[in-house]
Protein backbone atom coordinates (compact mmCIF):
# COMPACT_ATOMS: atom_id res chain seq x y z
CA UNK A 1 0.00 0.00 0.00
CA UNK A 2 1.10 3.67 -0.70
CA UNK A 3 2.69 5.00 2.07
CA UNK A 4 3.10 9.18 2.27
CA UNK A 5 4.66 11.69 3.51
CA UNK A 6 4.26 15.51 3.56
CA UNK A 7 6.77 18.13 4.10
CA UNK A 8 7.68 21.69 3.31
CA UNK A 9 5.65 23.26 6.67
CA UNK A 10 7.06 26.16 8.93
CA UNK A 11 6.24 29.58 10.59
CA UNK A 12 5.76 32.13 8.12
CA UNK A 13 4.17 35.67 8.19
CA UNK A 14 0.59 36.86 6.74
CA UNK A 15 1.26 37.08 3.29
CA UNK A 16 4.17 34.67 2.54
CA UNK A 17 4.55 31.58 0.54
CA UNK A 18 4.88 28.05 1.52
CA UNK A 19 5.14 24.92 -0.78
CA UNK A 20 4.32 21.70 0.71
CA UNK A 21 5.33 17.82 -0.69
CA UNK A 22 3.32 15.07 -0.50
CA UNK A 23 6.26 12.12 -1.58
CA UNK A 24 4.73 8.50 -2.53
CA UNK A 25 6.88 5.20 -1.59
CA UNK A 26 5.26 1.84 -1.73
CA UNK A 27 3.10 2.37 -5.29
CA UNK A 28 2.85 4.74 -7.75
CA UNK A 29 0.67 8.04 -6.86
CA UNK A 30 -0.55 8.46 -10.85
CA UNK A 31 -3.38 5.94 -9.98
CA UNK A 32 -4.96 8.17 -7.35
CA UNK A 33 -6.75 11.39 -6.70
CA UNK A 34 -4.89 13.04 -4.46
CA UNK A 35 -6.44 15.20 -1.77
CA UNK A 36 -5.05 17.97 0.68
CA UNK A 37 -6.48 18.38 3.62
CA UNK A 38 -6.06 20.82 7.24
CA UNK A 39 -7.29 20.58 10.68
CA UNK A 40 -7.14 23.35 12.88
CA UNK A 41 -6.97 23.05 16.79
CA UNK A 42 -10.34 22.37 17.91
CA UNK A 43 -11.91 22.05 14.34
CA UNK A 44 -13.02 19.17 12.20
CA UNK A 45 -10.62 18.10 9.45
CA UNK A 46 -11.40 20.12 6.02
CA UNK A 47 -10.70 19.71 2.38
CA UNK A 48 -8.32 22.24 0.90
CA UNK A 49 -7.64 21.01 -2.71
CA UNK A 50 -7.40 18.05 -5.03
CA UNK A 51 -6.07 16.36 -7.63
CA UNK A 52 -7.83 14.21 -10.01
CA UNK A 53 -6.15 10.98 -11.26
CA UNK A 54 -7.05 11.18 -14.97
CA UNK A 55 -6.88 14.56 -15.91
CA UNK A 56 -5.26 16.44 -13.40
CA UNK A 57 -8.42 18.34 -13.09
CA UNK A 58 -7.47 20.76 -9.68
CA UNK A 59 -10.24 21.10 -7.23
CA UNK A 60 -10.52 24.03 -4.27
CA UNK A 61 -12.02 25.07 -1.43
CA UNK A 62 -13.65 28.30 -1.70
CA UNK A 63 -11.44 29.89 1.17
CA UNK A 64 -8.29 28.88 -0.82
CA UNK A 65 -9.29 29.90 -4.11
CA UNK A 66 -6.71 31.95 -6.23
CA UNK A 67 -4.21 31.64 -3.36
CA UNK A 68 -3.44 28.19 -3.47
CA UNK A 69 -2.14 25.70 -6.31
CA UNK A 70 -1.82 22.04 -6.54
CA UNK A 71 0.03 20.33 -9.00
CA UNK A 72 1.65 16.82 -9.04
CA UNK A 73 4.65 15.20 -11.11
CA UNK A 74 3.96 11.52 -11.55
CA UNK A 75 7.78 11.31 -12.19
CA UNK A 76 8.61 12.54 -8.80
CA UNK A 77 5.63 10.45 -7.60
CA UNK A 78 5.14 13.05 -5.17
CA UNK A 79 2.05 16.31 -5.14
CA UNK A 80 2.88 19.87 -4.24
CA UNK A 81 0.59 22.49 -2.80
CA UNK A 82 2.06 26.05 -3.45
CA UNK A 83 0.61 28.50 -1.06
CA UNK A 84 0.48 32.10 -1.48
CA UNK A 85 -0.84 35.26 0.57
CA UNK A 86 -0.76 33.25 3.31
CA UNK A 87 -3.20 34.10 6.28
CA UNK A 88 -3.19 33.54 9.65
CA UNK A 89 -6.66 31.51 9.13
CA UNK A 90 -4.62 29.12 7.11
CA UNK A 91 -2.74 28.20 10.24
CA UNK A 92 -3.21 24.26 10.91
CA UNK A 93 -1.91 20.46 10.28
CA UNK A 94 -1.81 20.30 6.30
CA UNK A 95 -2.59 16.11 5.83
CA UNK A 96 -2.51 14.76 1.87
CA UNK A 97 -3.86 11.28 1.52
CA UNK A 98 -5.10 9.19 -1.64
CA UNK A 99 -8.63 8.52 -3.19
CA UNK A 100 -10.38 6.94 -6.15
CA UNK A 101 -11.88 10.20 -7.24
CA UNK A 102 -11.73 13.92 -5.90
CA UNK A 103 -14.18 15.12 -2.74
CA UNK A 104 -13.17 17.69 -0.79
CA UNK A 105 -16.13 16.65 1.53
CA UNK A 106 -15.48 13.85 2.46
CA UNK A 107 -12.37 12.58 4.42
CA UNK A 108 -13.98 9.25 4.84
CA UNK A 109 -13.13 8.33 1.38
CA UNK A 110 -9.55 9.28 1.57
CA UNK A 111 -6.94 6.69 2.29
CA UNK A 112 -3.14 6.53 3.36
CA UNK A 113 -3.25 9.26 5.21
CA UNK A 114 0.57 11.36 6.25
CA UNK A 115 1.36 12.21 9.25
CA UNK A 116 0.73 15.82 8.56
CA UNK A 117 3.19 19.12 8.73
CA UNK A 118 2.18 21.93 10.58
CA UNK A 119 1.69 25.63 8.90
CA UNK A 120 1.81 28.17 11.10
CA UNK A 121 1.02 31.80 9.83
CA UNK A 122 1.79 34.61 12.42
CA UNK A 123 3.37 37.51 12.51
Known amino acids: QVQLVESGGGLVQPGGSLRLSCAAS????????IGWFRQAPGKEREGVSC????????YYADSVKGRFTISRDNVKNTVYLQMNSLKPEDTAVYYC????????????????WGQGTQVTVSS
Open 97 to 112: ATARTCTLVAAALFRS
Open 26 to 33: GGSLDIYA
Open 51 to 58: VSKSDGNP
